[in-house]
């Protein structure tokens, strides 16, 4: 009699233990987020750590109801119960689907307004490419450094930058390696209005955020300056000074062949070409306030 009250005791306690696992499967599977990772824990130790340090992981603060695992990965109790990877949504191996569920929160943002139509949307470089949503730095980069990250894939960017003439993108003597400026003072990579990715109306409009005295209103203008700061200089890097796409004076040829002495081909000490060249008589290349600089000459 003792041996059959013990088994009927087991087989309760069975019964009971199993009742309770099924109820904690259903619970976390109807909760989701509620149940803030516990359960995933068990088998992704790691990326549960990383998420919970990241901004994320404090979606409730900012309005997202029921932030979890399962407002990225869907539905989890099949998961859970079967162990199935394909019982899950994964969107890190899929870039549409994730940035999908990126924009279902970052689409109000002024950051991510015009993302849809921009450059690295219609490539396919969907937002898992470059930010890692269980954990990174501040912004959740892929890399560490975001100048890093962005030279992944534009390699000739990255020539640039190391011509003598350039913005101070890398700065050798930082200790971190990073420079005064970053790829995101000029660009805003999740689209823009503007070519290029360029966060401001214009290329100009974004020059003159640093270079406000080539802005001012001056009696006399140069042409190119008010119309485009990269008919001249080249933004990333040049061989040239002042990162000019090419030497003075074979620059200023390229607008200026009248037929008088800015034309031919100057010789090697000709008083137009010798050190300077056109800027030796018109230094005010980018305009002037004096009475007497029609010319740019003063």
Same mark, same amino acid.
């Given at each position: 009699?003792?041996?059959?009250?013990?088994?009927?005791?087991?087989?309760?306690?069975?019964?009971?233990?199993?009742?309770?696992?099924?109820?904690?499967?259903?619970?976390?599977?109807?909760? =989701?987020?509620?149940?803030?990772?516990?359960?995933?824990?068990?088998?992704?130790?790691?990326?549960?750590?990383?998420?919970?340090?990241?901004? @994320?992981?404090?979606?409730?603060?900012? #309005?997202?109801?029921?932030?979890? $695992?399962?407002?990225?990965?869907? &539905?989890?109790?099949?998961? *859970?119960?079967? #162990?199935?990877?394909?019982?899950?949504?994964?969107?890190?191996?899929?870039? &549409?689907?994730?940035?999908?569920?990126?924009? %279902?929160?970052?689409?109000? /943002?002024?950051?991510?307004?015009?993302? @849809?139509?921009?450059?690295? &949307?219609?490539?396919?470089?969907?937002?898992?490419? $470059?930010?890692?949503?269980? =954990?990174?730095?501040?912004?959740?980069?892929?890399?560490?450094? &975001? *100048?890093?990250?962005?030279?992944?894939?534009?390699?000739?960017?990255?020539?640039?930058?190391?011509?003598?003439? %350039?913005?101070?993108?890398?700065?050798?003597?930082?200790?971190? /390696?990073?420079? %005064?400026?970053?790829?995101?003072? $000029?660009?805003?990579?999740?689209?823009?209005?503007?070519?290029?990715?360029?966060?401001?109306?214009?290329?100009?409009? %974004?020059?003159?955020?640093?270079? =406000?005295?080539?802005?001012?209103?001056?009696?006399?203008?140069?042409?190119?300056?008010?119309?485009?700061?990269?008919?001249?200089?080249?933004?990333?890097?040049?061989?040239?000074?002042?990162?000019?796409?090419?030497?003075?004076?074979?620059? $200023?040829?390229?607008?200026?062949?009248?037929?008088?002495?800015?034309?031919?081909?100057? =010789?090697? +000490?000709?008083?137009?070409?010798? +050190?300077?060249?056109?800027?030796?008589?018109?230094?005010?290349?980018?305009?002037?306030?004096?009475?007497?600089?029609?010319?740019?000459?003063?």
């Amino acid at each position: 009699m003792k041996g059959r009250e013990m088994l009927k005791k087991l087989l309760f306690l069975s019964m009971l233990t199993a009742c309770l696992m099924l109820i904690g499967v259903l619970a976390f599977a109807v909760e =989701g987020g509620k149940a803030n990772g516990e359960k995933c824990k068990e088998c992704h130790t790691d990326l549960v750590k990383s998420f919970a340090t990241n901004i @994320h992981a404090r979606a409730g603060a900012y #309005g997202v109801k029921n932030a979890g $695992c399962e407002s990225c990965h869907g &539905e989890a109790a099949k998961h *859970i119960a079967s #162990g199935d990877k394909g019982a899950i949504v994964n969107p890190g191996k899929t870039g &549409e689907a994730a940035s999908a569920l990126c924009l %279902k929160c970052h689409d109000k /943002g002024k950051g991510q307004m015009f993302w @849809h139509g921009s450059i690295h &949307e219609s490539q396919k470089v969907g937002c898992v490419a $470059c930010h890692k949503v269980h =954990g990174g730095n501040d912004r959740l980069l892929a890399k560490k450094k &975001e *100048i890093d990250l962005c030279l992944t894939c534009h390699a000739d960017v990255r020539a640039d930058m190391f011509k003598r003439s %350039k913005h101070p993108l890398r700065d050798s003597s930082s200790p971190s /390696g990073a420079g %005064k400026m970053a790829c995101s003072s $000029c660009h805003n990579a999740h689209g823009a209005k503007s070519e290029k990715l360029i966060n401001a109306k214009s290329f100009n409009d %974004k020059c003159f955020e640093c270079h =406000g005295e080539k802005k001012a209103p001056l009696l006399w203008e140069h042409s190119p300056v008010k119309e485009d700061c990269l008919t001249c200089h080249s933004p990333h890097g040049s061989s040239n000074d002042k990162m000019l796409v090419t030497k003075v004076p074979r620059l $200023c040829q390229q607008c200026h062949m009248q037929g008088r002495h800015q034309s031919g081909t100057l =010789g090697t +000490n000709s008083l137009y070409a010798f +050190n300077r060249g056109c800027l030796n008589c018109h230094p005010m290349i980018h305009g002037s306030n004096h009475p007497s600089g029609a010319v740019l000459q003063r």
